[in-house]
């Protein structure tokens, strides 16, 4: 992890494209996966492992996403705000139908503003539809990394999973605890390794010289990780989610 994160250099906003779109956007998704990162490796710290599932959930959206934008390549701004535009008519409806519509009078002319912006200068793209977790997991054949995810839920959400982490019946007694019972759930530290290492193989590509790719490479023969990016696999046709009855194109803009 030191390894990793020296090589997130003072200067590193020089290696930026500010008229790249994914290079932007890529910033803020790998520094979003950089704070979970650390979220889950204080909580390991502190013997709160089985606190961190809802941070290790996030990283590793961030990172997918992250893959997936530098895939989308300069499309991925429109993308993201249409997508913008769609939860703005959503909170502008919820104050509307809450009656709070006028008190929040600035706030709602921002909404109304934003969607009316979006709808009018942004194109609708097919691959919107696709800016969801599940979508990515499935597109991407990244099948271990959704049984990580899916796992992970169970614990960052009520479910009686999550509760039986405070009690057991062994057959004989029935236990609970002010405390997990069970170890933790993940390997915290080599998973925190494993997923900034393929963030960082991620943002690499959109990184001005790509200046990582020694150093990941060399600590991806140490650790057995890949430094090959999963690549989209063409859904069929019963998977494909659909956008306006348009069908999802699959093949991407870098």
């Known amino acids: 992890m030191i390894r990793l994160e020296n090589l997130i250099t003072a ?3 020089q290696r930026i494209d500010p008229t ?3 290079s932007v956007i ?7 996966v950089a704070e979970q990162v650390r979220a889950v490796l204080t909580l390991h710290q502190a013997g709160a492992c089985g606190a961190a599932s809802p941070n290790r959930r996030s990283a590793l959206e961030y990172a997918i996403t992250l893959r997936w934008c530098v895939d989308q390549g300069d499309r991925i701004g429109d993308i993201y705000n249409r997508k913008l535009g769609a939860d703005q008519i959503q909170l502008a409806k919820a104050l509307k139908t809450d009656g709070t ?3 929040y009078k600035d706030a709602y002319e921002v909404m109304v503003q934003t969607v009316k912006t979006v709808k009018e200068t942004v194109p609708a793209d097919p691959n919107e539809a696709l800016a969801k977790i599940e979508h990515l997991m499935k597109g991407y054949g990244l099948t271990k990394e959704r049984t990580f995810y899916q796992v992970d839920s169970w614990f960052a959400h009520p479910t ?4 039986q982490m405070f009690f057991k019946d062994d057959g004989e007694t029935f236990h609970v605890s002010q405390a997990p019972i069970h170890e933790e759930l993940v390997a915290c530290r080599l998973y925190c390794l494993w997923i900034f290492h393929f963030a960082m193989l991620a943002f690499n590509e959109v990184l001005t010289g790509k200046p990582w790719t020694t150093e990941l490479e060399q600590i991806a023969r ?3 990780f890949t430094t090959t ?5 063409e859904p069929s046709v019963s998977e494909r989610p659909s956008h306006q009855g348009e069908p999802c194109r699959a093949v991407y803009a870098s």
Not at 26 to 32: A, D, I, K, P, V
Not at 160 to 163: E, F, H, P, R, V
């Open 160 to 163: 009686l999973t999550g509760a």
């Open 20 to 22: 790249n779109r994914a």
């Open 11 to 13: 200067n590193l906003h």
């Open 101 to 103: 519509k006028d008190r």
């Open 229 to 233: 990016l999963p690549q989209w696999q």
């Open 222 to 224: 140490e650790y057995g």
């Open 26 to 32: 890529g910033w803020g998704l790998f520094f979003n």
